[in-house]
């Protein structure tokens, strides 16, 4: 009798179990549902804890190793001379600086909860270094990186360093990709759009600047109109198809 209580006792704890974890699931279904809608929506979406505090570290560290040799003049003379000129480090180039982690699969298997099927995009995907003097002016992914050819396709950009408000490293104009998808297509030498032309199209209206912590990310479309303004911090930004 008592192996029958406690079997029924079982049972019940089971069924508790399954009836919370079937509404955890519907929860999460939900949240990401509501995140997608605001991403087709706005064009951009913050993602908090988009990368846990283990992988953050580790795109810490891979960023802090890379930029050392190449600062100090290691790896192929054509990477580094890359590197000091804007910063960028291609996810290609990292094992020319004698990093084997698999960060590709890593960010995959953060995005595709929130996207849906989806690969990354390595030759477009990098690692970039913000230094004082740098600032890259309004321009949309489709066109300066080029991702025209893989279109859906989506940038995760996540920070490594706090950034936002009085740390200020990206901004953009939340429902400009409707827009911008209907412009001519720009060829990635041409120079980005200015400042004035973005105020004519959009005036001052729905541009943000995020407010960011490592972990977090921000999902943009490829046609979501952006600028990057001056400030020393490193990112991170992978595009995915």
Request: some cysteine.
């Amino acid at each position: 009798m008592a192996l029958f209580s406690e079997r029924v006792s079982m049972l019940e704890v089971q069924n508790r179990a399954l009836i919370k974890s079937a509404g955890e699931r519907t929860q999460r279904i939900s949240k990401l549902e509501c995140e997608l809608g605001v991403l087709e929506r706005d064009g951009a979406q913050i993602i908090r804890n988009f990368l846990s505090c283990d992988e953050i570290k580790i795109f810490q560290d891979v960023a802090t190793s890379v930029y050392q040799k190449a600062d100090a003049g290691e790896g192929p003379q054509a990477i580094v001379d890359n590197v000091r000129a804007w910063g960028g480090l291609g996810f290609p180039w990292l094992s020319d600086f004698g990093c084997t982690i698999n960060l590709a699969e890593m960010i995959e298997r953060r995005a595709k909860p929130i996207i849906g099927p989806c690969h990354l995009v390595p030759k477009i995907s990098l690692f970039r270094r913000f230094e004082h003097w740098c600032a890259v002016d309004w321009h949309i992914d489709a066109d300066g990186a080029d991702t025209k050819a893989h279109d859906p396709c989506f940038n995760v950009w996540t920070p490594l360093a706090s950034v936002g408000c009085d740390r200020p490293s990206l901004e953009l104009i939340r429902g400009s990709h409707q827009a911008m998808r209907r412009e001519p297509v720009l060829s990635p030498t041409a120079p980005p759009r200015s400042s004035e032309w973005i105020v004519a199209k959009f005036g001052d209206l729905n541009r943000e600047t995020p407010q960011l912590e490592p972990g977090d990310a921000l999902i943009t479309t490829s046609c979501t109109a952006h600028s990057y303004c001056r400030t020393r911090k490193a990112a991170s930004a992978a595009n995915f198809v």
